[in-house]
């Protein structure tokens, strides 16, 4: 059951960045980092869960190499196509179907966008710096780095990507944020935490390490 949650959330982010960056009239040239970022990290915070196949080729390829069970090929498949399905909904909300990107951003786009970043960010920090399978690692510092990267190039246009209650209250110090949103930002980035930490005790049910 972890293992196709993991697949499930996975793929919901990659196929997230995907259609974003191919629903945005001006493609930015960073798109394919960004892209292809997504899926870094959630290799890195699902490779030690699921194998981090987040591609029913990928689970047929490793099925066919005797790397993976063929009892799990289908629960497999269903969790990516799922991953899919449930990205489709955000999708449609930060970015509209006539290919062009929000501009006038209403604070349900805000929200949308904050909540799934910060959640992706804050899932990120835990599956790789609080897993005992991977303690000692030497790439949580770069994960983590990436996890702004990709959220900055991603809702950067929307929200300010600033995934982070004490950004978001400088950000309005500095008048880069309306007064009238910060409870949008803070209810959203909190909120996204909480779900990061209980999924993560979810998937990981050893002792956590700092």
């Not at 293992?3 to 629903?23: K, P, R, S």
């Not at 970015?95 to 992706?120: K, R």
């Not at 978001?168 to 409870?183: T, Y």
């Not at 993560?200 to 700092?210: H, M, N, P």
Request: glycine share 10%.
């Amino acid at each position: 059951m972890k293992a196709l949650v993991m697949e499930t959330i996975g793929t919901m982010f990659l196929f997230l960045a995907i259609g974003i960056c191919v629903l945005t009239v001006e493609l930015s040239p960073v798109a394919p980092y960004a892209i292809s970022g997504m899926l870094m990290l959630m290799i890195y915070a699902g490779g030690a869960i699921s194998g981090a196949h987040y591609n029913p080729m990928v689970s047929l390829g490793a099925a066919i190499r005797g790397a993976f069970s063929w009892k799990l090929f289908l629960p497999y498949n269903v969790a990516q196509l799922l991953g899919v399905a449930l990205s489709l909904l955000p999708l449609s909300q930060l970015v509209s179907h006539d290919s062009q990107a929000a501009t006038n951003v209403l604070a349900s786009q805000v929200f949308i966008a904050e909540f799934i970043f910060s959640f992706m960010l804050c899932f990120t920090i835990l599956m790789v710096a609080t897993n005992e399978k991977t303690a000692g690692n030497s790439y949580f510092g770069f994960a983590i780095g990436l996890c702004v990267f990709v959220g900055a190039n991603l809702i950067g246009g929307i929200s300010g990507a600033a995934l982070n209650p004490a950004v978001a209250i400088g950000l309005v110090a500095i008048g880069k944020i309306s007064q009238s949103m910060i409870g949008v930002y803070l209810l959203a980035e909190f909120l996204g935490g909480i779900t990061a930490g209980f999924l993560c005790k979810l998937l990981l049910s050893e002792k956590s390490v700092a």
